[in-house]
């Protein structure tokens, strides 16, 4: 394997054709679209099954958690099972590019206890460029076995980052970090202190993660002084994205899945617009 993190599409199709095959899961989400089982359908991985982000690697939006809150231990392991996913089996996850969108089914199975989940580098689109059959209509695996319990990655709630002694992340592209836009949630801007390395950054025009050392400089303003690190973006999607590019820089980071969707819907918490450099912050009522 290319890392704990990581597979590449060869290591996928060896490891499907090999005595354990992993699960293979497809995440096709992207924000403003529901096409994603469609998608899906038309052409997968053989064996992959679809997962619904919205339905299934979230819980109930509201204000006051968010838009893509986490799922109970409950919910997680029921769809788990679902996807056909074993405790003594391998997974892998991918979208349709960039896997913004697997980065959550990857972090919420590594926080659900879950030791050999890896992220296909890449995607969808490396798998077929690289010559890899894909399938099409839907995938009915038999059910799994795994048991989902929370607590192996860390996570802030929305106090934890008021009070965060470290490195903050905002995962989101610079103009809604500069509070020059917002286009979904009710308040422009960032968390104060927040640093902004938006997670388009973490791969490169083809899709696939940056190298080990191009990561590590990267992410270097926020790992100074041996730092903790925490991310942070929309609705907790992009920020898994984020500490899967820390992790392969070495550095372990906490997510604050809420995130601005859930900051912003919170009238007492300050909001800051601008530069870091530059910060103009609002305090909160």
Known sequence: MTSSILITVDELAAALAGPVPPAVLDVRWVLGRTDGRERYAEAHIPGAVYVDLDAELSGPPS???GRHP?????ALQEAARRWGVRADRPVVVYDGGGNYAAARAWWLLRHGGLADVRILDGALPAWIAAGHATAAGEE??????????????PVLGIDDVAGFEGALIDARAPERYRGETEPIDPVAGHIPG?????????VDERGFFHAPETLRARFEPA????????????????????????AIAGHEAALYPGSWSQWSNDPSRPVATGDADDERITPGV
């Open 140 to 153: 009915t695996p038999e059910p799994g076995d795994v048991e989902i319990r929370f607590g192996a990655l």
């Open 70 to 74: 986490l799922p109970t231990e409950a």
């Open 63 to 65: 204000a006051a958690e």
């Open 194 to 202: 927040a640093l902004n390395l938006p997670s388009t950054g973490n």
């Open 223 to 246: 790992a100074a002084h041996d730092a903790r690190i925490a991310a942070y973006c929309g609705s907790g999607v992009f920020a898994s994205h984020a500490v899967a590019a820390l």
